[in-house]
């Protein structure tokens, strides 16, 4: 059953890919790219070492400098790629293992026959593998923490919970180490113009008078009533949105990833094989166009707060809207994350290492008798605090 393992973790780089040749990848393989992760010290394997940013091997540890890419990170054309519909793309085939259970698509490690998905904990069969052919990356942060570095943050944030179930904790232990993954994002820059109705509301008071009963006598009264007039407008707004990040993978909890923000996108590198060596890496779920929806989502928040801002006054109502975007450009990267994913009670609770700046964000599970005792402990020592000092006060 193991087939040949290698197969898998085979990246094979193309322009204007022909089809027929797709699945030939053993042919394809480029010679260089394997060569260069290769040690030529020992014949070893070459992995990306974080904490030099070099490449490591595995048997004698040998280090090995990464060239510097002259290459620019480019920017896209959106248009013609959906357009063209990934005809003049450059495209990379990419063997991947499906994770039955929540849809992930991961790249394997070599010479393992059976693992556990990275985002759900399931096992994975090595035999499920698909070839999917996609938009090459043009760029990546390359991974900064490493395993170990990664893991201490980890324990630290687990330490650090309250409320935890007391087996929690040991279940922790069981957690020996973190897979470190290459999650794929897309950024969308664009020009947007937008053109509004509305209505700006202004606030001005009147002076009302009214009655009161006071010990069985009527008073005449007098008090100051807010209203608000409200005006038509119309008018636009240009807003000009730079790198716009929406994850393409459907496997990570869409709430975390955000947490993990912000990327240190300043630093991406041209897309080097050489990085990904030694790490996972997913490949896109949601395709270049409906990411696009995604951005537009983002972008239309704050398109609407600019409007409000434009509009002006004390209120503001936007009855409709009209937004044109053009110059769009897209970016496909990769940003690297280390994963916990563990099952508590029958449930997955996935941990988020942000492998550039350490940040951990994540599902836990709560114990509910220690929030009730706390609560418990919280009234009771509410009251005796009420107790006291009305004590003291009455001395
Ligand atoms: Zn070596
Ligand atoms: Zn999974």
Known sequence: MPMRISVF????????????????????????????????ACGGHLKFDPATNKLKCDAC?????IEASDEEVNELDFNKYVEENLGSIETQTL???????????????????????PFCGTILVVTNTVAATQIKPGSLLPFGLDKQQSFDKFKAWIKALWFAPNDLSKRMTDIKEL????????????????????????????TETYTVNVNGKTET????????????????????????????SKSLSQKHANELEPWDLEHLVPYDEKYLSGFRTETYQVDLKDGFETAKKQIDNKIYRAIRNDIGGDEQR??????????????????????????????????????????????????????????????????????????????
């Open 221 to 248: 009264r007098t008090r100051q009533v807010r209203h608000t007039r409200w005006t038509p407008v119309s008018g636009s707004v240009h807003i000009f949105f730079d790198d716009v990040l929406v994850m393409a």
């Open 9 to 40: 973790i085979c990246l094979i780089f193309n322009q204007k890919m022909d089809t027929e040749n797709t699945f030939e990848f053993e042919e394809n393989l480029s010679d260089t790219n394997q060569q260069e992760l290769v040690c030529s």
């Open 61 to 65: 540890g040998a280090e090995f400098d």
């Open 179 to 206: 897979q470190g993954i290459y999650v794929p994002y897309w950024t969308y820059d664009t020009d947007t113009n937008t053109s509004y109705y509305g209505q700006r509301g202004t606030y001005y008071y009147t």
């Open 318 to 395: 936007v009855t409709s809207k009209n937004t044109s975007y053009s110059a769009i450009t897209f970016k496909h990267i990769l940003l690297p994350v280390y994963i916990s994913a563990y099952r508590y009670n029958d449930k997955v609770y996935q941990i988020l290492v942000n492998a550039r700046t350490g940040e951990v964000q994540g599902d836990r599970p709560y114990s509910v008798w220690k929030i009730i005792f706390f609560s418990i402990f919280s009234i009771s020592a509410a009251w005796l605090a009420a107790y006291l000092m009305g004590f003291f006060e009455d001395m």
């Open 95 to 117: 063997h991947t293992v499906e994770c039955e259970n929540c849809g992930a698509h991961v790249t394997f490690d070599e010479n393992v026959v059976s693992d556990r998905c």
